[in-house]
């Protein structure tokens, strides 16, 4: 076969302690989804889960040991981080019950859900799609895939971010509302998953502004660490 110019290479995400990484497919977010963060945002209550969607190619894939580098992005004067466990599909399938969520996970990986607050905001108040605030170039730093098997219990691990060395967001994943088994159940009603998936399953409070030379550090308890120096923009 061949193309009019040469395709986009497949984007993928180093796995811990194999060769072979993992091909991303798509980049499914879940909104709102601590309840300090929800209240942060002006929002209380249960609501049911919400999601939207980033652009595969908006990963900045970070190796293990190493800094990632995105940078400050256009059109924004209020550059948010949002620190998320990430979930790896690694089999497909419609209508999973969450009691078998478990066997549809490659593995877990940590995330950086960056936004432009200020865009996304506008869009809120106007009715208008996110996209804007959440869906442009380099807005999703993923650090590298630990193996479910080798995860340990994510589901109640701390996960916090901190920013130049002090503490922005601390949490605990156990605080989710709709825990990782929902919210794959959840999506899995609204969309086919399939092997590649990667689902952001949303931060907890404390998101605020960084800056051009900021360093990010991100970390979900046995899962390492995700580092991501903030650049001048382009
Ligand atoms: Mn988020």
């Not at 991303?24 to 209550?45: D, L, P, S, W």
């Not at 981080?81 to 599909?89: G, P, R, S, W």
């Not at 931060?203 to 899962?223: C, I, M």
């Amino acid at each position: 076969m061949s193309f009019v110019f040469s395709p986009a290479p497949v984007v993928s995400v180093p796995v811990l302690g194999r060769a072979e990484r993992y091909p991303a497919r798509r980049i499914y977010c879940v909104g709102r989804n601590y309840e300090e963060h929800a209240k942060e945002m002006g929002f209380t209550g249960r609501e049911p889960p919400f999601f939207f969607l980033k652009p595969t190619d908006a990963l900045v894939v970070v190796n293990e040991g190493e800094t990632g580098h995105m940078p400050y992005p256009s059109l924004t004067q209020n550059f948010h981080h949002e620190i998320e466990l990430v979930v790896a599909i690694g089999k497909g399938g419609r209508n999973i019950k969450a009691a078998d969520a478990d066997k549809h996970i490659f593995g877990y990986a940590v995330g950086l859900d960056m936004t432009r607050r200020d865009l996304q905001n506008d869009m809120k108040k106007q009715g208008r799609p996110w996209c804007i605030g959440k869906a442009f170039d380099h807005s999703a730093p993923i650090g590298p895939i630990t193996p479910i098997e080798k995860a340990g219990d994510v589901n109640h691990a701390e996960i916090d971010l901190l920013v130049n060395g002090a503490v922005r967001q601390t949490s605990h994943v156990a605080k989710l509302i709709w825990n990782v088994a929902e919210t794959i159940e959840h999506l899995s009603a609204a969309w086919e998953l399939q092997a590649g998936d990667l689902i952001y399953t949303g931060t907890p409070e404390g998101v605020a502004a960084v800056v051009a030379g900021d360093t990010l550090v991100g970390r979900v308890a046995g899962l390492g660490t995700l580092t991501v120096k903030v650049d001048p923009a382009k």
